[in-house]
Structures are given as structure tokens and as C-alpha cells.
């Protein structure tokens, strides 16, 4: 997640000031972005061979949420950052899906994180 952030941050910056790197740009996001949904899809698949007591499962089940929903929201800015390497074309309909998607996988966090505590 971290490296996402650096790029995020990076490609922000570079908007205004250099169009085309930002459309060269677009095509390392596209990439990260499929990139990070394929690894979270493995993610899901691990998280779902865990077996977790009856006391936690809550919190496995909103982690499991979490963890599907930032995958969506990187599906999402997936599909934003193809528009732009195959159309030149920024829909912010499609950014703002998943930026809205990653906020709402940190709520979700953060409910997984308060029913593990609550559940110990």
C-alpha cells in the first residue's frame, strides 16, 4: 500500500504541470492498480482457508469485507487508468468509485479491527 501512495502522491503532482507524463504515467497505474487487485484476490482466497473460533469470526467477516472492497476499489481505478492510456480520456466517475471504495475498506478496517477487540 505504501508504494501505491508514493505513486498516488506522485501522479497527483505531475498533473498540472506535465501532461504527458501524466498520460505515461497512467500506464505504471494501470499497471499497479491490476496488480493490486490480482494480489488482493489471492489475499481473499488465503483469508478464506483460515479457520477462525466462533468468537472471532465477526471480525474475519468484516476483514474478509475489507479486503474484497479494496480490491473493488482498485478494479475501479484500474478501469479509470485504462481509460486514460487507451482514450486519453480521465472519467472521474471511475476515480471517484474508487477512491470512494478504498474509504470505505478503511471503515471497514476499522470495524473488523473494534470487533477483534471487542471479541477478546
Known sequence: MGEWNAFLSDYNAIALESPEIYDERAVDGKKMTQQLADDTQAL????????????????HGLARDAIRETQSGFIELSIYFSNIVQYGVAFDED?????????????????AKAAAILAN
Not at 481473499?44 to 471480525?59: C, K
Not at 468509485?97 to 470495524?111: D, K, P, Q, V, Y
Request: proline letters at 3%.
Open 95 to 111: 476515480l471517484q468509485a474508487g477512491t470512494s471504495r478504498l474509504n470505505r475498506a478503511s471503515l471497514i478496517w476499522a470495524e
Open 44 to 59: 481473499i482466497v488465503a483469508w478464506d482457508g483460515v479457520e477462525t473460533p466462533a468468537g472471532t469470526a465477526t471480525a
